[in-house]
């Protein structure tokens, strides 16, 4: 069945949202976007500071690239507002062109010119003269591009040509930089170094940065913010850590991360489980779903209850996968569930008999009707 979007906000006049969303950099407020009353982005809330790194991660089809697209001004929302820099773009009778945003786009594909150089690519859309040429060459330079500037972009690895892109957005000076996956063509060897790249030359330009991205791990370790975006909807806001560790909801919970699920018994701060008496992030009482990360668990070959041993669980290794910088061990709790433990590349015991799992870190619980 379609769904349509339902906002608050449609009949509230621009100049409210003016004085309300002039601090952020980028604020959005209460946006909806419907596509042939199907609803695509819902009730989309976010601020973004001047001069940082701002992820919106989710699964594929819950928004967040038709998230950026509103912002960017390809697409005209069906409600709520943008302020980018406390000018309003968009809102009630209110629809600035993308073109008039001062926004900079790195395509999923970079988009660039195939005929043209890497000069000629960053130089696009910049204006002639002493002042765009000295702004084409801080921008080569800046993504380490001034020695291969005659090159086209065919003659370039996917890394140097995600740094063109790169620098062509920043190249007209934008207010903000938006990323729209930006790293998913690149081979698994080449992401974890370009991002790292990118973050560096995004810190070094002080420029604020929107990116969208279906990879937790890439939002984690880039972002200063993460929103986590879920069917439509923004289910939390917050730091890496804080996100990554206090979760919202246990939705939240199962896509950020690996996490284990166990039945628990929540009272006092605590919360018994199959693990033993574990304490808990929350208040909560009565019977909750316990999510558990795989690197709290530790394992032991000693007896449980044995002196000054940590409660926990006979428990008994039935796979390995060894990824050289730890491994991940999974075993079976003695109630048959399966439990996923992530450890160094020399922690997990040799036997698979007599083995002990324990947690003595805070875990996150959450109703168990959720």
Known sequence: MKSKCYAGNSAVAPRDYVTTMSDPMVHCETLSKSFNGTCAVQDVSVAVEEGSLFALVGPSGCGKTTTLRLIAGFERADSGAVAIRGRLVSGPGVHVPAEQRRVGMVFQ???????????????FGVPKGN?????????????????????????????????????????????????????????????????????????????????VTHDQDEALSLADQVSVMLKGRIAQTGTPEEVYTSPASLAVAT?????????????????????????ATTPANGPVTV?????????????????????????????????????????????????RVRCGPGQAPD????????????????????
């Open 131 to 211: 002042e765009g040429r000295s702004r084409i060459q801080a921008m080569l330079e800046l993504v380490g591009l001034a020695e291969v500037d005659a090159r086209l972009p065919h003659d370039l690895s996917g890394g140097e040509q995600q740094r063109v892109a790169l620098a062509r957005a920043l190249a007209s000076n934008p207010a903000i930089v938006l990323l729209d996956e930006p790293f998913s063509n690149l081979d698994a060897s080449l992401r974890t170094r370009v991002r790292a790249e990118v973050k560096q030359i995004l810190k070094n330009a002080g420029t604020t940065a929107i990116f």
């Open 291 to 339: 999510v558990v990360r795989p690197e709290l668990v530790q394992l032991h070959q000693e007896v449980p209850g044995g002196p000054g041993e940590p409660s926990g669980a006979l428990v008994h290794i039935v796979d390995r996968e060894f990824y050289g910088h730890d491994q991940l061990i999974h075993v079976r709790l003695p109630s048959g569930a399966p439990l």
């Open 351 to 370: 036997a698979s008999e007599g083995i002990v799992a324990s947690v003595s870190a805070a875990v996150s619980t959450f109703p168990a009707t959720e």
């Open 109 to 123: 594909d970079y988009a660039l010119f195939p005929h043209l150089s890497v000069r000629e690519n960053v130089g």
């Open 255 to 279: 896509f950020l991360g690996e996490a284990n699920l166990l039945d628990g018994h929540a009272a006092d701060g605590k919360v018994q489980t199959e693990l033993g008496l574990l304490p």
